[in-house]
């Protein structure tokens, strides 16, 4: 997708510190952190958001969440614990049409957010 940041990214377009990759998914750390672990997982194909993903999703779906939790043991999250997010809209604060899911760790985490 043209003026996509998160597809430059995945074309190599735009460069990102790496943290995982396979056939599905791409990972990379988050150019503003908000926390000392703040990685950001994103499908290879273009979808705007989760509002977009179709039930023939489902492979990347599982793929996403299958690479969140081996992302999580390699980082040393899995254990203390760490968050998912995912924004949806204006709203729910997405800036970036492209789906991810922000994986944040490293230190105690407030809830609920503002
Ligand atoms: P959103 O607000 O859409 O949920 O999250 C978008 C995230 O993408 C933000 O946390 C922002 O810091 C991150 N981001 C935006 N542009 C870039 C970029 O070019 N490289 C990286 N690594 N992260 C980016
Ligand atoms: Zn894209």
């Not at 940041?5 to 460069?15: A, L, N, R, V």
């Not at 995982?20 to 499908?43: G, K, N, R, S, W």
């Not at 899995?78 to 492209?98: C, L, M, P, S, W």
Request: contains cysteine; negative net charge.
């Amino acid at each position: 997708m043209e003026n996509c940041i998160f597809c430059q990214i995945i074309e190599g377009k735009i460069p990102s510190n790496k943290v995982y990759e396979d056939e599905y998914v791409l990972a990379f750390h988050d150019i503003q952190p908000v926390a000392p672990t703040h990685v950001l997982v994103i499908p290879k194909r273009h979808i705007t958001s989760l509002m977009e993903l179709a039930p023939e999703d489902h492979v990347i779906a599982g793929k996403i969440f299958s690479s969140i939790q081996t992302i999580a043991r390699e980082l040393g999250l899995a254990e203390k614990g760490f968050r998912v997010v995912n924004n949806i809209g204006k709203d729910g604060g997405q800036t970036v049409y492209h789906i991810h899911f922000h994986l944040i760790g490293g230190r105690t985490l407030t809830w609920p957010p503002g």
